[in-house]
């Protein structure tokens, strides 16, 4: 680790990276306080893995058309948006049993993707490296769209923080009380959506759900207030993405996975602790 802080002096990559885990976690620590509250983490699952699909077509225009300014994070923004709005419209509206549409979206998104990267001529490892996280391939680039990603979630959740919390605890009466439900159900979606872009770039596709909702399982042992849980789950977010980064970086690990396996050892070790204090009192 000692030679990560000094790597952290010299190298900008290294500085972005770790820059790039204190955004993405902000955006984490606050969404997935209300995706793990109103129970939907199996739907930010199927949003993404569906991300795939809009990177891959993000990445065959760029090259076959030459639209150098189609970043790949577009077409996953755009991508994960549309599967957010489509399994909430679903579930709000269609007989059709939700985990069906989410487990097609899933796979279909997937395939997609792979198909488009398959087509795409020249060098696409880095972008199948979304799949797993590389966030030490994060350029300026990306870093301002993640910022400008991040302050649009953050201020979307807290300007209608009491609508979303009625929305996650008591929808039925949120409905009696004339509050538009749909809407802001379709909101916080579009917001889980969003930060699943974010996080894409820290731990990748796959491991997503696992960063969104390890940290706020922990800091839910600890707080008695969605506010709380907030602030303590992008703290916890912070304190792994970087640790992840710092021991991952001497041993030449990916950082991704080290950050998850990190955030399990600690979720593990509270739920021990937890049980152990109780049994003992």
Known sequence: MPEFFEALQHYSFLQF?????ILASVSCGIVGSYVVVRRITYIAGGIAHCTLGGMGAARYFQAIHGWEWLHPLYGAA???VLAALIIGLVSLRSRQREDTVIGALWAIGMAVGILFITRTPGYNEDLM???FGNILMVS???L????????LVVAVALLFYNQFLAVCFDEEFARLRGLAVDFYYLTLLCLTALTVVLLVSVVGIVMVIALLTLPVAIAARFCRTLWQMMILATLLSIVFTSAGLALSYGPNLPAGATTIVLAGAVYLLVILGARLFTSRA
Do not use: F, K, P
């Open 17 to 21: 990276a770790l820059l790039t885990g």
């Open 129 to 131: 490296s979304y799949l």
């Open 78 to 80: 755009v991508a994960a």
């Open 140 to 142: 300026r680039q990306e």
């Open 144 to 151: 301002w769209l993640m910022i400008g990603l991040d302050v």
